[in-house]
């Protein structure tokens, strides 16, 4: 379930806030007696003046009204179909957002259509679960476990006690030595002939 579709169920309200270059963000609000009190309940920094919004956590960094604003609007879920956009009618602090609906918050100059609604669309039917991580993972490796144990067992010719009291002796290293014709390991073929091809 998307953060916005648990929002909405939890019959909280949803915030979605948008500047003119497309940067978005959205959070849940669980206070909302108005919009300015979703707004700021969804974690958003709102800077008024005179009633409008003018600059939200930061934006614009240069207020002018006479070019450009915050849009504000709403949406309410139905069902599995896209949720719409509606222009507010009313200002930020008179407006009554309902349990389980949507604020957009569309920053844009005033040249553009004044029913340029936010980008994003509440569509619970294009929720999907997100699919795993491409990240790769390290895959475990197997681990060794011995089956027996590492001292000799005992001969059947040899008592137990022979084993147990017998002195160790160090090994001695054998020499590597070259294989030729007279001192080949016995069972093992001789060459087979050169044929000189």
């Known amino acids: 379930m998307s953060g ?18 497309g ?13 300015l009190e979703a707004l700021e309940s ?9 009633g409008m919004v003018t600059m939200i956590d930061g934006y614009p ?45 569309y920053f844009k100059a005033l040249t553009d259509d004044w029913q340029a609604a936010p980008s994003w669309t509440y569509d619970p039917s294009a929720i999907t679960t997100p699919s795993p991580s491409a990240t790769p993972t390290q895959t475990p490796k197997p681990t060794v476990t011995p089956t027996g144990s590492a001292t000799p067992a005992p001969s059947a010719t040899a008592p137990v006690s ?10 001695n290293p ?3 030595v070259a294989v030729g014709p007279y001192n080949r390991p016995s069972g093992r073929p001789a060459a087979l002939p050169h044929t000189g091809v």
């Open 4 to 21: 916005t579709t648990k929002c909405v169920a939890d019959q909280n309200v949803w915030v979605y806030v948008e500047q003119r270059d």
């Open 23 to 35: 940067t978005s963000k959205g959070a849940c609000a669980s206070r909302f007696g108005t919009g």
């Open 42 to 50: 969804a974690g958003f920094v709102a800077k008024t003046d005179g």
């Open 61 to 105: 960094t240069k207020v002018d009204t006479t070019q450009a604003y915050w849009s504000y609007w709403h949406a309410t879920p139905n069902g599995d179909k896209p949720a719409k956009w509606e222009s507010s009618q009313t200002g930020a602090e008179q407006a009554h957002p309902k349990a389980g609906s949507i604020e957009g918050w």
């Open 162 to 171: 022979a084993i147990a009291t017998a002195p160790a002796t160090a090994l």
């Open 174 to 176: 054998v020499a590597p």
